[in-house]
């Protein structure tokens, strides 16, 4: 049973234009998520986060919005740069338990195309 | 960001042996690290959380005789594959946080293959 989906195995948007990338879950208990970023044979390198508090959270060319009602969140990038171009990972994060593990989704490979 | 730092970077070995990888927080104390094992074009799939000084918690399915984990201090946590098999080959990835709440930061992972 996969909590967190990103249906989208793929994503090719024009430099300059916007890239949104979306994810869904099914875990109701999830309340943080957090969105990475990466490279092949890379770790990921975490990009932004939002708290289940909030709808928005921006940094930069990054915002990622989060719809609680249709367990959806959404990152946005803009203007979209060819070194964008790499697999983006949502992850979420229950607040009970001793340990804060998080669930990641299959990831979403965005190309970017000069 | 925090750093994390992974050695060996990757690593090919024979059927049968241990290998041991090492996962260090650069800049930060890690009170909790996360082992993950990601095979090509999959997600990253949690193997265990360790918290420092304790024994690791594993994800059902993982074999704690065959994945060891020690977290001996708030900078460095370590993991075993013992007996390694061809199926073992996979991209071994670390990550720490420095709190209950905080972030995951990741290492930048190590490749196992395994002859």
């Known amino acids: 049973d996969q909590q967190v989906k990103q249906n989208s195995p793929s994503l090719s948007v024009q430099e300059g234009r916007i890239s949104i990338l979306n994810c869904d879950y099914t875990n109701s208990m999830f309340d943080y998520f957090l969105w990475y970023k990466k490279y092949p044979a890379e770790g990921p390198t975490f990009l932004i986060s939002?708290?289940?508090?909030?709808d928005k959270n921006e940094d930069g060319r990054f915002t990622v919005f989060l719809n609680k009602s249709a367990k959806h969140l959404s990152l946005h990038i803009v203007p979209s740069q060819p070194g964008d171009s790499a697999v983006y990972f949502c992850?979420?994060?229950?607040?009970?338990?001793?340990?804060?593990?998080?669930?990641f989704g299959k990831g979403t490979l965005l190309t970017v195309n000069p | 960001g925090a750093v994390v730092s992974q050695h060996p970077s990757w690593v090919i070995c024979k059927s049968g042996t241990s290998v041991k990888i090492e996962c260090r927080s650069l800049d930060f104390q890690a009170t909790t690290m996360f082992w993950y094992r990601q095979f090509p074009k999959q997600s990253l799939m949690l193997m265990a959380t360790s918290n420092e000084g304790s024994k690791a918690t594993y994800e059902q399915g993982v074999e704690k005789d065959k994945f060891l984990i020690n977290h001996a201090s708030l900078t460095l946590s370590t993991l075993t594959v013992t007996s390694a098999h061809p199926e073992d080959s996979s991209f071994y990835i670390c990550?720490?946080?420095?709190?209950?709440?905080?972030?995951?930061?990741f290492g930048p992972g190590t490749r196992l293959t395994v002859l």
């Open positions: 939002i708290s289940s508090i909030k």
């Open positions: 990550s720490g946080s420095g709190g209950r709440r905080d972030t995951q930061y």
């Open positions: 992850a979420a994060r229950a607040s009970g338990g001793s340990n804060y593990k998080l669930t």
